[in-house]
């Protein structure tokens, strides 16, 4: 097999990342692109300033495209992965009419209102960006998850009048759509000279960022769990039928074409959390860690690991962002004592979100009466090898972690690989691309400890924080009348 190039695009919340890969799923360079502060008036409204998604991809294209030596003529494809539960708004000629609307946005939950008669275009980011790499109004229908007018049987656009009328959204409005794994169009001249890449060569779809993360994953049987570390957080089983009227998981379409996914509950602002503490640990952490010559994030794991499992009590509820249906809902921090230090806080956070998962994987797969024998960990949170155990010994289950773990622009570039015939299947692209770095197995004695402190306290926290906490919101929103039960309440 000749030596030839994909480009896979990972479009995400914060940052915009393109890589090449070559025909064994080896790294051939990296760019990136940063996205500026979104803009954040209040609770409900989380909006990229300016053309920020385009501006982040070109410039994370001229990243990469400089630091390639080889021949550009061997560059065969671009794989076109972005975030899911956005919305972009568009004019007539594709340009936006609007700031682009985050996931974070409260917008995106209800049905689309036409509020801006210069909207021609209600489509995803994934639309959007298809649109400015191709000139062509055309996107992967798995990409539309949410409030969108989707068959999910047919893989097309509803073509019932109820349906549309929910969403709110006319056909006229929305992108032609076709399936992952299919060419969008051809690089034009003026895509080329903003983002470096070569002028003419296919762009292919892959699926939102999660389930093209989960083929990056090598996903494909349906013994396997794979969770994504993100600033969302998802937990992912391949799936076989669509489900009627699910209560703990929901299908979505897979990057295989005619596939689903089943996706289990998973925690919004995820990974985020451990950010915000490190960042709130500011110059003090950047201090210790340089003392002891490591990374930030190093040392929190060292120091995290002579944290005894269960933190001696300290327990972290993520309710940092919820649901917008759930405004009362906060994060919460409860079992110190005055001999803990920010390693226990930082292990309390990595334990509950195993925990959480954990929780929301036994509620989906009880229901399906299916689970897995094996769990993949992908995004940056698995370089830490102390969190791949927690994450063995709270499921009990072998866990595993692939060399390439940031791994949404590899799936891309495994749909380019298929679509492009490059492989003949998925099964094969996978084979040859995605390789396992090393397995994490369960400490017997661990999953003792995790598997009482769930079971006994965990797991059963909210039942008894959330009430409270529904009335403090309810003290600080002025409403009287439930201020005054509220009176009554605290002393009865």
């Known amino acids: 097999m000749s030596r030839k190039y994909i480009i896979g695009i990972d479009g995400g919340s914060q940052s915009t990342k393109v890589v090449m890969y070559d025909l064994e799923g080896n790294v051939v360079c990296e760019g990136k692109g940063l996205l ?166 296919p762009v292919v779809c892959t699926t939102s960022d999660k389930p093209v993360e989960a083929l990056g994953a090598g996903l494909l049987d349906n013994e396997t769990v794979v969770i994504s570390l993100g600033t969302y957080i998802a937990l992912m089983m391949n799936g076989k039928d669509l489900p009627k009227d699910p209560t703990w998981y929901w299908p979505i379409m897979s990057s295989i074409p005619n596939t689903l996914l089943y996706e289990g509950y998973g925690i919004r602002k995820g990974m985020w959390t451990v950010s915000w503490l490190r960042d709130m640990l500011g110059d003090s952490l950047i201090k210790d860690a340089k003392e002891n010559g490591l990374s930030a994030e190093d040392f929190l794991n060292k120091k995290a690991s002579m944290v005894s499992p269960g933190c001696e009590g300290l327990m972290t509820v993520l309710d940092w962002l919820t649901n917008p249906w759930e405004p009362y809902k906060r994060g919460i921090m409860i079992g110190f004592n005055s001999t803990m230090d920010y390693a226990y806080i930082y292990r309390s956070i990595l334990e509950s979100i195993a925990l959480t998962l954990k929780n929301n994987y036994d509620n989906m797969c009880n229901e399906m009466n299916h689970y897995a024998k094996q769990l993949i960990i992908t995004g940056g949170g698995s370089n830490s090898d102390l969190f791949m155990q927690i994450f063995s010994d709270v499921f009990n289950l072998p866990t595993k972690r692939n060399e390439i773990n940031g791994c949404a622009s590899l799936g891309a570039a495994i749909n380019t690989s298929v679509s492009l015939g490059l492989y003949p299947s998925y099964d094969i692209a996978i084979e040859n691309m995605v390789r396992v770095k090393d397995i994490f197995m369960p400490i017997e004695k661990n999953v003792n400890i995790y598997e009482a402190m769930n079971k006994g306290v965990f797991k059963d926290l909210t039942k008894y924080t959330d009430p409270i906490l529904k009335k403090s919101y309810e003290v600080l929103h002025g409403d009287l009348n439930k201020v005054e039960s509220i009176q009554n309440w605290s002393n009865a």
């Open 36 to 201: 500026q502060t979104m803009y954040t008036p209040d609770s409900d409204t989380a909006e990229h300033p300016d053309d920020d998604l385009w501006v982040s991809l070109c410039n994370a294209g001229k990243d990469l495209m400089r630091q390639f030596t080889g021949n550009t003529a061997d560059i065969v494809g671009i794989g076109l992965g972005s975030i899911r539960c956005c919305r972009a708004l568009l004019k007539s000629d594709g340009t936006p009419a609007a700031p682009l609307i985050s996931w974070q946005d409260a917008r995106v939950t209800k049905p689309y209102e036409h509020t801006n008669n210069d909207v021609a275009w209600v489509t995803s980011f994934s639309g959007y960006l298809s649109h400015r790499l191709t000139g062509e109004f055309k996107d992967n229908i798995a990409n539309y998850f949410g409030q969108w007018p989707v068959d999910y049987k047919s893989w097309k656009w509803s073509d019932n009048e109820k349906v549309i009328n929910q969403f709110n959204i006319p056909k006229s409005m929305l992108f032609d759509v076709q399936m992952p794994g299919t060419i969008l169009g051809y690089t034009t001249p003026e895509a080329a000279l903003s983002t470096g890449f070569p002028v003419n060569i």
